[in-house]
């Protein structure tokens, strides 16, 4: 077989980079059309001279490559109105008009996606209870990871409030990580820029709905990532900081506390809830509760958020609900 | 690492740089004719080793002596070649200038030798201007493997220049999301009694206590789960690498290492981790130019050992 390998991955999440090759030996060529899919640019093309390459539509003409027998391809995609999409890459080894030899492969590019299913007008509580009936009914009808914010909006009457031990927690596990973090940084020379990356992440909640945020920590984040990735000393290093952070500030918080934060922060179908310990204060009093839901995927793109219409809650006594406890993640009305 | 260009010092910082300081050193190496040269990479180790395979003109005497100008080799060895004995004191390390070669110190029998010198590679970077990687960073739901590739960027001027390049033990990181699974399996009623005891215990109002107090008790009774924490510590043990390396398999790429690893967009979680942060290794040379690995996630296996860890009869819907 001339062609050893040529790879094209599966499927990827809409706004990856997909990365794809070609290893070849003993074809006689002289020009090879590599037709991409429509959702994508190229980013990045290994191995192929400036000069060598053109790109006019969705075909790369590739002229000659430096050295024979490869060529790495770089596409990047963005995120589509479709949920999933499925695309083919073919590539033509040409000799003359005549195609000498032929490879495809397909890729299906999938996103995260939320799908209002139920909101009721009136929520009931009874002792602190809602009936799973009752419920606001969401469902990701995509195939990625959503990761949520539910946020009060301006003219709410019932206000998200993040439980006090929640938030001394939080205070004391950022004081404790900060520190430590002082400490290893000596250690890192040259550094210095991501330690304060590391400060940024630990000291800001992530929001979804500010946009300009969301782009300084992606940014900051997938620096993070890579460097971690690259350095194995700082990814231990951070981890025992983190852990160290954590431990520390244990008193606050308990761990069967921590464990149900644990299972009810991840839903059906990846949904991921950043703030579900958060609550609403409810009262015999009837009063309008109006939400908006961020949300983003694990790449962290930008999507529009949503906003409920206002649902009026009444309790039959004073009580404090965390906000998971208004939802129903089934997909079912 | 400096070295001397047009008189002025100036550090490594990609693979260009190694090839210009090959073009310096063979300049220098007159008095020689060097057969073969290599570059070993070790990601892992931080290193890069340049290795030359060299033909000794004994007739030259004006170049007996060759100053090398790396200053921060880590290890430096001349062999005679093919037999591979170490020639003592033919290299020496010199503040001044850097590795210095003597023709003196090397046996009149060995006409051919091996020169190796060992640096720390220079900066994180030096690796990403040379090859590109990339890891899947989640699969579709209904597949539990993650694809990774290495490829390098640019190969003529390595091959132009080289004879051969390694780069040995690339890392790659693959976050394996493992929240979903542990979700789908703890079975609901446990949730139920968790969230009981956790309210039982923050509540001050008395009949709201009692009426939890009794809802918890009757939960335990439903779970057969008295011990809350050590049940948590169970799932904990799974999720320990020693464990959780069972539920992995690596193809194309080696296994390296795995830790609990969390999401720093939540609040901070010690009990279980969100994730698994797996390291796989692959090596690159300039005959495969690019590769392909793929980390399986036996999902089911993993669920399945999950599932066990619970009492018969709460226990939701075994997966097959």
Redesign the interface.
Known sequence: MPVK?F?L?????QG??I?S?I?WKNLDYDKILIKKFNCCDLK?I??V?KEDYSVSDNIITINKV??DG?I?L?FKTERTKEINIKEKLHVNFMKGEISICDLVAEI?L?KPELEIIKVPEVITVN??MIDNKNKISISNIG???C?IVFKDKKESEIKLTQPKR?KD??EG?QKTFNEELELISSKYV?LESIFEDFRF??NKF?DPSDEVLLKEYKEK?DRL????????DL??DI?RV??S???KN?HMI??????????????K??V?L?NS?DTIEVNKEERFLILEIHYTD??NNKIEPIILKPIKIKSNKETDISIYNLFSWDGVE | MSFEKDGIKFGIKDIGDIIELWDKLTGRLKAFNILSKSVIINV?QGTYELNAGIEIHRGMLFFRVVKIPIFNSIKTQITTFPSFKPIDGSIIKDDVDGLILSLDNIPESANNILLSIRCPLP??QF??RLI?Q?T??????D?TSY?M?A??????ML?KKMDSLNVDDL???VRV?I??N??DI?PPLL?KQ??V???L?QTRDRVQKQ?LALDHLRLTKSTNIIK??EM?EKIQDLTKPKNFENYLEVLGYRYYDC?Q????????????P?MM?V?TRTNLTLE???T?GELRFKKKTFENDLFDLFPKGLKKKKKS
């Open positions: 390998s790879f991955p599966d499927n990827a999440l990856e980079e990365p090759y290893l990045d290994f191995n001279n430096a050295v490869y790495g770089l299906t999938f002792n602190g195939d990625g990871t990761r929640i927690f939080i596990y040259g992440i630990t992530f984040y990532e890579k460097i971690m990735d690259q350095n194995e990814a231990k981890l983190y852990v952070a954590i431990f244990i308990t761990v069967i506390e921590q464990f149900l934060d644990y299972l009810q922060s991840i839903q179908n990846r991921e950043l310990l694990l790449l | 892992s900066n994180t690796i990403e590109h990339t899947q960073t989640e699969p579709k739901k597949v694809w590739t490829q390098f960027k640019h190969l003529e091959r890392d790659f990181a999301h929240q979903q542990i979700k703890i949730i968790l969230d005891g956790t309210k215990l009426r809350e924490d948590i830790m690893s969390g999401s720093l967009f939540h609040i901070p979680n010690f009990t279980i969100t942060r390291v495969d130019p690019a392909k």
